[in-house]
Antibody, heavy 118, light 114 residues
Framework: EVQLVESGGVVVRPGGSLRLSCAASGFTFDDYNMHWVRQVPGKRLEWVSL????????YYADSVKGRFTISRDNSKNSLYLQMNSLRPDDSALYYC???????????WGQGTLVTVSS | DIVMTQSPDSLAVSLGERATINCKSSQSLLYRSNNKNYLAWYQQKPGQPPKLLVYWASTRESGVPDRFTGSGSGTDFTLTISSLQAEDVAVYYC??????????FGQGTKVEIK
């Protein structure tokens, strides 16, 4: 069974930093691209970042470019999101999701909540 | 960036009746080279993450009931629930994966029981 479990979400002050983690199991992790997607409760989903299966390619939404860094450790079946210079509008539930072989996001974790507030 | 716009924002349908959700993209999602539309539909129930229902605009994900049908091509797409069940109460999102990054989602359509 495919499982994605996010962790690391906390309350942080504006300008602060945070690293989110996503532990994957139930599939061959290094066969798949991985995404981070965020959602303010009750609002639309917003794609944040993608990392290719090898880690050789990374892509970011304009809203986080230069502040967030996606990475992965295939030996640990883990995905990460380093978030720097956090702003109140970064507050959201952050999901990791698998980029399926048919390109849609076929499995999602339960999410981890990030709150940026003074 | 491709903008995805869904309609309506919400709808209330009686149990057993048909629910229809529309999604319009600001650019064509059809690749002529493989004749595929790069569009997916997701279902998000309260307190849960999104779940993939349909990809390539009309291919049902494994395990998804056949009352869910995706259709459309180019810039106009539809998700139809042929006979609404109580467990179908959710917010439904369309998403394009054609011109990426970024991957973009519609604003969501909330489906409720009338």
């Amino acid at each position: 069974e495919v499982q994605l479990v996010e962790s690391g979400g906390v309350v942080v002050r504006p300008g602060g930093s945070l690293r989110l983690s996503c532990a994957a199991s139930g599939f061959t992790f290094d066969d798949y691209n991985m995404h981070w997607v965020r959602q303010v409760p009750g609002k639309r989903l917003e794609w944040v970042s993608l990392i290719t299966w090898s880690g050789g390619g990374t892509y970011y939404a304009d809203s986080v470019k230069g502040r967030f860094t996606i990475s992965r450790d295939n030996s640990k079946n883990s995905l990460y999101l380093q978030m720097n210079s956090l702003r109140p509008d970064d507050s959201a539930l952050y999901y990791c999701a698998r980029g399926g072989t048919e390109l849609a996001l076929d499995y999602w974790g339960q999410g981890t909540l990030v709150t940026v507030s003074s | 960036d491709i903008v995805m716009t869904q309609s309506p924002d919400s709808l209330a349908v009686s149990l057993g009746e048909r629910a229809t959700i529309n999604c319009k993209s600001s650019q064509s999602l059809l690749y002529r080279s493989n004749n595929k539309n790069y569009l997916a539909w997701y279902q998000q129930k309260p307190g849960q993450p999104p779940k993939l229902l349909v990809y390539w605009a009309s291919t049902r994900e494994s395990g998804v009931p056949d009352r869910f049908t995706g259709s459309g091509s180019g810039t106009d797409f539809t998700l139809t629930i042929s006979s609404l069940q109580a467990e179908d109460v959710a917010v439904y999102y369309c998403q394009q994966y054609s011109n990426t990054p970024p991957w973009t989602f519609g604003q969501g359509t909330k489906v409720e029981i009338k």
